[in-house]
């Protein structure tokens, strides 16, 4: 049976750091040995501070340094973000201000090691220091997400894939976003974190998980041993069938869902959460895809009064489909694969999706 611990929290320092070293203790924080190196990811999606919930709160990090450095362990703080250099996240988020009295170890992931993983995806690239970290402490954000629905416990190990590694397996999984909940389950099942602990103390809803998804304070840090079971007891809190999280269902494909779960503390209950308007996904006969995309699914579009035409989205396109002309962004739809990462790593939220005119057209006839 797998244990899910619920606590109500708020920011404030004292009565965080307790929550976490209760979950901590109780999760098997107590296997850490001393000069052992301790494995801490966080959700370092770019440079952004505490207040957007873009980030892994820097207490959340600096109370699980503490809890670390208390059993004789080695804290490491690693991830590999979308936007932005790591060392540029970490002083923005205000994680290194947060830390600056304690022994930690910043390492970005830059290495990786192939991994087997069976069809239909054979072997994925994954960091080789979260493949061989000998425990290893995942604090995701909870957070919307414009393709796949939340950004919680499993998703987070994605992180573990290296820079530009990240938007090829988009381009791989292509628009098929029950793919790509797949790709994430092996991703998290090869990484397989010791504890995962979420905060959802600021959450995100709306559009997010970057600039443009709202932060919302829910009050609840959320943890467990098995991130599959913190994801669905998520779900459940925020009032939604748990398998309607497209990694739930993947996980329950591949027998790694469905046990019973043990709950330790309140489920507070969330009303009228904000998911964010996700593209159903491209269905029917396979000649009418093309027009499908075209046609009826969101696609990325620019505010072109907001756009700094920094390049972060065009270098991350996984597709190549963004250029510029005339000083605008052009984007290629007959190549984007509606991943949205562009929309995810524009730091000024200029991009948004939008549905093409058919597309709203059917949606008013049809209801
Ligand atoms: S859309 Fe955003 S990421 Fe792309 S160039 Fe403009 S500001 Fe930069
Ligand atoms: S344009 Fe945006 S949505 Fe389209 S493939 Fe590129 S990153 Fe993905």
């Known amino acids: 049976m797998a244990k899910v611990i619920f606590r109500q929290a708020g920011y404030d320092y004292g009565p965080l750091r307790q929550n976490i070293f209760y979950m901590l203790d109780v999760l ?8 052992q190196s301790v494995l801490i990811k966080p959700n370092l999606l770019g440079p952004a501070g505490p207040e957007t919930a873009m980030v892994t709160h820097p207490m959340v990090i600096r109370a699980t340094v503490e809890y670390v450095i208390g059993k004789g362990g080695r804290p490491r703080i690693s991830d590999s973000p979308a936007m932005g250099s790591f060392e540029k996240v970490l002083q923005v988020s205000g994680i290194k201000e947060a830390l600056r009295d304690h022994d930690v170890l910043y390492e970005e992931f830059r290495e990786s090691e192939t991994v087997s993983v069976g069809d239909p995806f054979k072997k994925i690239e994954i960091a ?7 425990f290893m402490i995942n604090l995701p954000k909870l957070k919307s997400h414009t ?24 381009f791989r999984a292509g628009a098929n976003r029950e793919m790509f909940a797949r790709l994430l389950v092996e991703v998290y099942r090869a990484v397989k974190p010791a504890v995962t602990i979420v905060d959802g103390i600021l959450a995100m809803e709306g559009q997010g998980p970057g600039r443009s998804g709202v932060p919302r304070s829910i009050g609840a840090l959320i943890g467990g041993n098995d991130a599959i079971a913190v994801d669905m007891s998520i779900c459940r809190m925020l009032g939604i069938d748990p398998f309607t999280l497209l990694t739930n269902r993947a996980a329950l494909d591949m027998g790694l869902a469905g046990n019973r779960i043990d709950i330790d503390g309140d489920m507070p209950s969330v009303s009228a959460f904000r998911f964010p308007e996700i593209t159903p996904v491209v269905f029917g006969p396979k000649v009418l895809h093309g027009f499908m995309r075209r046609h009826l699914v969101q696609r990325p579009l620019c505010d072109d009064s907001v756009c700094k035409r920094c390049g972060e989205c065009w270098r991350y396109c996984p597709a190549k489909a963004i250029t510029v002309k005339d000083k ?17 790593v524009c730091p000024y939220a200029a991009l948004r999706a939008e549905e093409p005119v058919l597309g709203r057209s059917i949606k008013k006839i049809f209801g």
């Open 128 to 134: 080789s220091d979260a493949l061989n970290a000998p």
């Open 147 to 170: 393709q796949m629905m939340l950004t919680l416990g499993v998703k987070n190990t994605y992180g573990c894939i290296v820079g530009l590694r990240k938007p090829e397996w988009h």
């Open 28 to 35: 098997g924080g107590g296997a850490i040995k001393k000069d």
């Open 328 to 344: 605008k962004l052009h984007f290629d739809y007959d190549k984007c694969i509606r991943c949205y990462c562009c929309i995810e």
